[in-house]
């Protein structure tokens, strides 16, 4: 008996940590968006080195996931939930790469902004948008709300709008940047797209460690 | 003893299908490859319609490994395996994805070729890079070899070269054709990138899982 209830505390430990990691890609990513559109380099610098703390506490997290599975042979339900923070932590792990590369990108920049002020707020949006996934996917980590996993499927068809618009903006005969903007305009999307994807994901993760199902099946 | 037996006969079952299914994403790659740059379109809708048989690979990857986990319990290092391979699984799964990518942007610019004779060669060799990594991460999964696990290394600077290359020709002043080819040729240039760099991740996995250390922390 002490040794389960000593297990289910190292288990939600694992869940503390998790939704700790992603506070942090959370709160990295908001700050990339704003180094990005205020060509803030010191920010920007900071996201870069933070990166390694990051990488470490995914480390630190599947170290103890393997850990408690080697120990403790858990039953079933209790191994998915840990197999599920392992590839949750992976998911974080990728954000957390995409808030660093979108703080290289503004370094590479400075002191020009990367952005031009025609899609400032696209990018502003983006940001807001992969924000919002962000902060619910670690709300479904905390909850394992199903209403809530789904509901991240529709925020992620306003990043494709948004995605969409940029390519419109880039497109139109009027853009008077050259290429390299263009080149980076297009990373700069996929950054944020993917970030998001990844954000989808723990919420498509969570839905099938509860049922079982797969929420859907689309992945990009 | 015949317990242990099955067990392993079902652990050497799982190595074989991420085998397989290394190979069916490599040959996907390497086709995606060979109709960007022919614009052939029945290629490119094979390959769309054949990414949902590597998607269910790894669904059958993953279960059969929580299944093996789950019923028998298996010690440090075998679990450490199991582990690993659903992580491998993940990879190739995304470097499906990829493939996937490169067919739906050949299929989206048909009849027209996506790709510019300037940069023909270059993509060919990024195609044929990304085909050495993929082949040699399936052998150092089948071989668990320290040796050419961290050849890969080598490679992928290899693939670091000609992403830098790319992005010389589309910021070359000469370069004729507008924003939507550069657009394209940085999504491209991305998605080969990234299967590298999943495949190089393999490699690293199978490093960590048989020494226990880090072969590189690096990873964009």
Redesign the interface.
């Known amino acids: 008996m002490p040794m389960r209830d000593s297990f289910h505390d190292d288990l939600d430990g694992i869940g503390t940590s998790l939704v700790e990691m992603g506070h942090l890609v959370s709160k990295a990513m908001e700050r990339a968006t704003t180094a990005l559109l205020t060509a803030d380099l010191k920010v920007a610098e900071e996201i870069i080195s933070e990166d390694?703390a990051i990488?470490e506490m995914q480390h630190d997290i599947e170290a103890r996931a393997?850990n408690l599975?080697?120990r403790q042979?858990p039953?079933?339900g209790d191994?998915?939930t840990l197999?599920t923070s392992?590839?949750m932590s992976?998911d974080l792990e990728r954000m957390g790469?995409l808030a660093?590369?979108v703080a290289k990108l503004t370094r590479m920049r400075y002191p020009a902004a990367a952005v031009p002020p025609e899609l400032v707020l696209t990018l502003q949006e983006m940001g807001n948008v992969t924000a919002r996934i962000t902060q619910k996917a670690i709300g479904v980590i905390e909850s394992r709300n199903l209403e809530a996993a789904l509901q991240l499927e529709k925020d992620d068809d306003e990043m494709d709008i948004l995605h969409r618009r940029l390519?419109e903006i880039?497109?139109d005969d009027s853009?008077p940047y050259g290429?390299?903007t263009?080149?980076d305009m297009?990373?700069l999307g996929?950054y944020y797209e993917r970030c998001s994807d990844h954000a989808v994901s723990i919420a498509r993760r969570v839905y099938y460690l509860v049922t079982g199902e797969y929420a859907n099946?689309a992945?990009?």
């Open positions: 390694d990488d393997i599975m080697a042979q039953v079933a191994l998915r197999v392992l590839r992976a790469d660093h590369h390519f880039l497109l853009w290429i390299e263009a080149i297009t990373l996929r099946s992945n990009n």
